[in-house]
C-alpha cells in the first residue's frame, strides 16, 4: 500500500515535517509494511524558505535586522549557491509571532526587516529572489521593506516619513531613484496563498488586519491608509495594480513588490509542491494525507493542504485531512474527509503543546488507516 503524506505546519505548534513524520508513525502501527512518502508542505508562510531551500541543495544563514516593532531580531533566509536565487520568508522578519499579544497593531509594526534581507542577498550576489509572504504582522504595503532598499517617501508637508502602518497612512510622494538598481536587473517572485485585492471589504486591512490586532477603527485607517498609499504608488510608476489578485497578500506587501520591483505572484502551495517533487511520488499512490492547525473556509483559497489534495486526487488518491480544528467553510477543503485530531475537550494552550499535538496527530493517523483498511 502507497501512502504520501503532506503536513502542513500547525502555527505556533508542529512544523510540517514534524506532522509529517508523526502521521507517518501512526500510520505503520495500522500497517507496519506500508510504503510511506513524507513531504514538506507549506504555502508561503511558515516554512517556506526551508523547505524550498533544502529541497534545493541550499543553505540557510542568519542576520539581524529590523524586527516588525522595530527592536533587532534574529531572522534566517535561504541561498542556493548554484542557482544564485534566495529564499526569504517574510515572516522571519515580520512575523506575527514577533509580537506580543498585547502590542498587536499593524499601525505599529513595519518590514523593514525584510528590506534588510533583500538587501543582504542583493550583497551576496543573487540573481534570483524568491520572497514567501504569510504570517506577517504588518499592513505597510511594503513601505517599510521599500525604504530599507533605498526608496523615500514623504507626506504632504514633504516631510521624510517613517516605516510603520501609521506612517504609510500620510504618505503623499514617493522618491524611488535611490533603490538598488540591482533589484531591476533580477527576477523577484512571491509566492503567497491569497488572492485579495489591496483594499475594500475584501483587502488587506478588512480581511486580515483583525489577525493582527487591527480593531474596527484601526482597519478604516489602514483601508482608507492603503487607498491613499497606492495613488501614492501608481502616480511613480505609471501604473495601478491594487486591484490585481494578491495584491493585498501580506498586508499589501505584494502590491508593493509588484508595483514598483515588477514581482511575479506564485501560488506558494505549488511552488512548495513542485520542489517537493509531490507529482512524482504521488503516482501510483491509494492514500494521501494532509492536513493543518486550523482547516476553515480559507483552507481551500489556495492554502497547502486544499492544493495537495487536488493533486492527489488528479493522480487518483484518496484524500484525508487532520486538522487541529475544524472551522466554518472546512467542508471546502477539497478533501474527501477530515478529522479532527483533538480527543476530547481542551485548552487552546494544551492543544498547541508540541508534544501533546504529535501524539494526537499520530493517534489520529493510525485511526484513519485502520478504518480505511477496514473496507479493503
Known amino acids: 500500500m502507497k501512502i504520501v503524506v503532506a503536513m502542513d505546519s500547525f502555527k505556533g505548534s508542529v512544523t510540517s515535517l514534524q506532522a509529517g513524520n508523526a502521521v507517518a508513525e501512526g500510520l505503520r502501527r495500522a500497517h507496519i509494511h506500508a510504503d510511506i512518502t513524507v513531504l514538506g508542505l507549506a504555502d508561503g508562510g511558515e516554512g517556506t524558505a526551508e523547505l524550498v531551500t533544502r529541497a ?54 513595519t518590514t523593514f526587516g525584510v528590506g534588510e534581507l533583500m538587501r543582504e542577498a542583493l550583497r551576496r550576489g543573487c540573481r534570483e529572489m524568491l520572497l514567501c509572504l504569510g504570517g506577517s504582522a504588518t499592513n505597510d504595503g511594503a513601505m517599510g521593506a521599500l525604504t530599507a532598499l533605498g526608496a523615500r517617501f514623504y507626506d504632504e508637508k514633504n516631510e521624510l516619513l517613517g516605516v ?52 474596527e477603527t484601526a482597519v ?18 505609471g501604473r495601478d495594480l491594487r486591484n490585481e489578485p494578491g495584491a493585498g497578500a501580506a498586508g499589501g506587501m505584494a502590491f508593493g513588490l509588484m508595483s514598483v520591483l515588477s514581482a511575479e505572484p506564485q501560488m506558494g502551495a505549488s511552488l512548495v509542491l513542485a520542489s517537493q517533487g509531490a507529482q512524482t511520488a504521488l503516482r501510483g499512490a491509494d492514500l494521501a494525507i494532509t492536513g493543518e492547525g486550523s482547516c476553515d473556509g480559507q483552507t481551500a483559497a489556495g492554502k497547502g493542504p486544499a492544493a495537495f489534495c487536488r493533486m492527489a486526487k488528479a493522480a487518483g488518491a484518496v484524500t484525508v485531512a487532520l486538522c487541529g480544528s475544524i472551522g466554518s467553510g472546512a467542508d471546502n477543503s477539497s478533501a474527501d474527509a477530515l478529522f479532527c485530531i483533538q480527543q476530547g475537550a481542551v485548552s487552546l494552550a494544551k492543544a498547541m503543546e508540541p508534544e501533546y499535538a504529535v501524539r494526537n496527530i499520530a493517534k489520529t493517523a493510525e485511526q484513519v488507516l485502520r478504518l480505511y483498511l477496514s473496507r479493503k
Open 56 to 109: 534545493m541543495g541550499g543553505q540557510m544563514y542568519e542576520k539581524q535586522v529590523t524586527g516588525p516593532l522595530g527592536a533587532q531580531v534574529s531572522a534566517r533566509w535561504g541561498y542556493v549557491a548554484e542557482k544564485g536565487l534566495a529564499v526569504i520568508e517574510m515572516a522571519e522578519a515580520a512575523g506575527l509571532p514577533l509580537v506580543p499579544e498585547h502590542l498587536r497593531d499593524p499601525r505599529r509594526t
Open 164 to 215: 510603520s502602518g501609521a506612517d504609510m497612512c500620510r504618505a503623499a510622494r514617493a522618491d524611488l531613484s535611490g533603490l538598488d538598481a540591482g533589484l531591476h536587473e533580477m527576477r523577484i517572485r512571491i509566492a503567497c496563498d491569497v488572492t485579495n485585492p489591496l483594499c475594500g471589504e475584501l483587502g488587506a486591512a478588512a480581511v486580515f488586519g483583525p489577525q493582527k490586532g487591527a480593531d
Open 220 to 237: 478604516a485607517e489602514l483601508d482608507a491608509g492603503l487607498a491613499r498609499f497606492a495613488d501614492v504608488i501608481s502616480a511613480a510608476v
